[in-house]
T-cell receptor, first 117, second 102 residues
Framework: EVQLVESGGGLVQPGGSLRLSCAAS????????MSWVRQAPGKGLQWVAN????????FHADSVRGRFTISRDNAKNSLSLQMNSLRDEDTAVYYC??????????WGQGTMITVSS | IVLTQSPDTLTLSPGDRATLSCRAS???????LAWYQQKYGQAPRLLIF???NRATGVPDRFSGSGSGTDFTLTIDRLEPEDFAVYYC??????FGGGTKVE
């Protein structure tokens, strides 16, 4: 079964850091671009970042560039998102997403990040 | 690129046809346009990729069309499980604000 499982969410103070992880299974992880997408409570979807198959190309949304960094470990079938200098507006559910045919075809269940003092 | 979805809410009954619009602020290659369905408390699900291609397992009552700046998701004969929020997206970029089908 194709599956993505996020972990690492929780409560963090403004200005703090957090690292999200995503464990992939059921497919050849190293063959796919991967992405992070977030959704603030009661709001719509927002693309955060994506990374190519070998990690040599990374793209981040303007709202997180310079603060968040996407990375991957193909040997461990794992995707990560390092989040620094967190702000209130980063509060959201963060989804790990597989990318195929220029779309997001497989989604994890999401992990909640709450930035609050 | 800004994607504007309309209407914000569509109130229909089972068996009706739903027509959802997604308008882009500039031309999008069709290959980059996708539609997603999200039910309450669940992760989104890919419905349509490349503007008109159904994803695996998506019923044929769902169809996508359009090109350039105007794209449409049509749901024929609404089933009870189709009442949800629908988002369009230009790949690895903006999502539309969503249309709730209730």
């Amino acid at each position: 079964e194709v599956q993505l499982v996020e972990s690492g969410g929780g409560l963090v103070q403004p200005g703090g850091s957090l690292r999200l992880s995503c464990a992939a299974s059921g497919f050849i992880f190293s063959n796919y671009w991967m992405s992070w997408v977030r959704q603030a409570p009661g709001k719509g979807l927002q693309w955060v970042a994506n990374i190519n198959q070998d990690g040599s190309q990374k793209f981040h949304a303007d709202s997180v560039r310079g603060r968040f960094t996407i990375s991957r470990d193909n040997a461990k079938n794992s995707l990560s998102l390092q989040m620094n200098s967190l702000r209130d507006e980063d509060t959201a559910v963060y989804y790990c997403v597989r990318t195929s045919d220029f779309s997001f075809d497989i989604w994890g269940q999401g992990t909640m990040i709450t930035v609050s003092s | 690129i800004v994607l504007t979805q309309s209407p914000d809410t569509l109130t229909l009954s089972p068996g009706d046809r739903a027509t959802l619009s997604c308008r882009a602020s500039q031309t999008i290659a069709s290959v980059y346009l996708a539609w997603y369905q999200q039910k309450y408390g669940q992760a989104p699900r890919l419905l349509i990729f490349g503007a008109s291609n159904r994803a695996t397992g998506v019923p044929d009552r769902f169809s996508g069309s359009g090109s350039g700046t105007d794209f449409t998701l049509t749901i024929d004969r609404l089933e009870p499980e189709d009442f949800a929020v629908y988002y369009c997206q230009r790949f690895a970029s903006a999502f539309g604000g969503g249309t709730k089908v209730e």
